[in-house]
């Protein structure tokens, strides 16, 4: 299951799993990787540029880390990382530290954070959607 959740946050899949719109310059998050990620729809779509600034791909841990470009409403990073624990069960685990930039981001005050709280849980929600069908196969429950 380590190997499924930690291939869907490398390739984008976790986030094109979530509704997420990804554009990024190659197929896996590597450092230099730029990717702009696509929240909302239509008109309404906000565009957040972001460049990787570290990734991994251990036996026990896998994930990426980026940081925010010009045009992103936050200035920070955000890191998305599977752990493998000693009893075999797989964690994600979502870090973001940012300031609003945009003087919509700052209006939208506490919002922000509660919004990024948000965004991490359904991360988990679909990360466990996409490696059901590996743990069926393992027949795990």
Request: glycine share 12%; with cysteine; proline share 7%.
């Amino acid at each position: 299951m380590f190997e499924a959740a930690a291939d869907a946050v490398l390739t984008w899949r976790m986030h094109r799993g979530m509704g997420v719109e990804i554009t990024a310059d190659r197929p896996r998050a590597d450092p230099g990787v730029r990717v702009v990620v696509g929240l909302g729809a239509g008109r309404l779509r906000l565009r957040a540029p972001c460049r990787v600034v570290w990734s991994e791909h251990g036996e026990r841990r896998a994930g990426f880390g980026y940081g925010t470009l010009p045009g992103h409403p936050e200035c920070g990073e955000e890191a998305f990382v599977v752990t493998r624990a000693e009893d075999g069960a797989v964690w994600l685990e979502v870090r973001a530290f940012s300031r609003p930039e945009l003087w919509w981001a700052r209006a939208a005050g506490p919002l922000v954070p509660l919004f990024q709280r948000l965004y991490a849980w359904w991360c988990g929600v679909t990360l466990r959607r996409l490696v059901r069908p590996y743990r069926r196969r393992r027949g795990l429950p």
